[in-house]
């Protein structure tokens, strides 16, 4: 039997979630709920029902696992504890800080239901977490750095869209290459935020729009910019749409250690990823992750759990044999 699974929002996590369900033949997608009228949403599935949240309840018998694809500042702190508990759910939340009070809330409203949620899966929190744990405990002697991109960050090019004279813009965050290659070298250096990664933006004007004041506003931007070497380039609509249509991202994960009596010997552990399209990936790690919701509330369990909780075979489509005899 399929799992059956329901995607909530359909942005483009939700349409990238669509297609990597289309690519595990042990799931089946049964239902898209959105915001907007339904009949104004044209999702790729034959056969599978486009409906409005209002009618989500009317499912809670027809979905094993609900992907919930809201944002994390505001969607999804009040929609996965809610909706943990009518079905097994994962979403992607990405607000760090909050992880700790996000899993409380959602692990009370599972447990209360008998439900499974698995929370903040992606590539940062999620694949990122993952690597980064995993290098920690071989290397207890060690430093952690993480470097981001190059790739395209939907928040901060949304905070440039929100700045009075700005028609569109497009932001990608840059690793240094000298302090990426420092780490690489085990060189453990101590890293400021500028030092880490540049910001380069690529802005579309209003007509009539003062570009000096909008570069002015870019660069200062608390909490955005104001801490980082910001490149700004004002170019057309079309070329914006031409040259910078896609999502692109991926980063590093890098761990430098020591090993030895008297912690002689070096060691580097990397893990990169090169994504062509942001909100796809994640949405095929979110996945492989409502495959492991399903099999942990097939064997009874509840709560809510994250990527560390996971056995890496609940995730495979292959079974334990197969992944001994190809795998290991």
């Not at 505001?74 to 097994?88: G, H, I, S, V």
């Not at 085990?186 to 890293?191: A, K, M, R, V």
């Not at 955005?224 to 249509?245: G, K, M, P």
Request: proline share 4%; with cysteine; glycine share 8%.
């Amino acid at each position: 039997m399929s799992i059956r699974i329901g995607i909530l929002g359909y942005g483009n996590l939700g349409r990238g979630v669509e297609c990597a369900v289309k690519q595990n033949p042990d799931m089946e997608l049964v239902a898209v709920f959105t915001r907007r009228p339904p009949e104004k949403v044209q999702i790729l599935t034959s056969g599978a029902k486009v409906c409005t949240i209002a009618e989500i309840e009317d499912w809670k018998d027809k979905i094993d696992v609900l992907i919930i694809c809201g944002g994390s500042a505001t969607d999804l702190p009040e929609q996965t504890p809610k909706y943990a508990a009518m079905f097994n759910v994962v979403d992607s939340f990405d607000t760090h800080a909050r992880i700790p009070e996000h899993f409380a809330n959602v692990d009370e409203a599972a447990k209360a239901s008998g439900k499974i949620g698995i929370i903040s899966v992606g590539w940062d929190p999620g694949m990122f977490s993952l690597n980064r744990m995993y290098a920690n405990a071989i290397l207890p002697c060690g430093k952690d750095y993480t470097f981001w991109g190059k790739g395209v960050s939907q928040g901060h090019s949304d905070a440039i869209r929100r700045i009075a004279g700005v028609k569109d813009a497009k932001q990608y965050t840059i690793p240094v290459d000298s302090a990426l290659d420092s780490v690489r070298k085990g060189e453990n250096p101590e890293l400021t935020t500028r030092q880490k990664h540049t910001r380069e933006c690529f802005v579309v004007l209003e007509e009539g729009a003062d570009a000096a004041a909008v570069e002015e506003a870019i660069k200062t931007m608390p909490n955005y910019f104001a801490d980082y070497d910001t490149t700004v380039h004002f170019i057309s609509q079309e070329e914006l749409i031409r040259e910078h249509s896609g999502i692109p991202h991926g980063g590093f994960v890098i761990r430098s250690g020591k090993t030895g009596w008297n912690e002689e010997h070096n060691h580097v552990i990397e893990y990169s990823l090169k994504l062509d399209s942001n909100p796809e990936f994640t949405a095929s790690v979110i996945a492989a992750y409502a495959r492991a919701a399903y099999r942990l509330a097939a064997e009874g369990q509840r709560g809510c759990k994250t990527v560390f909780d996971i056995a890496p075979a609940y995730l495979s489509l292959q079974s334990g044999e197969e992944l001994r005899a190809h795998l290991l």
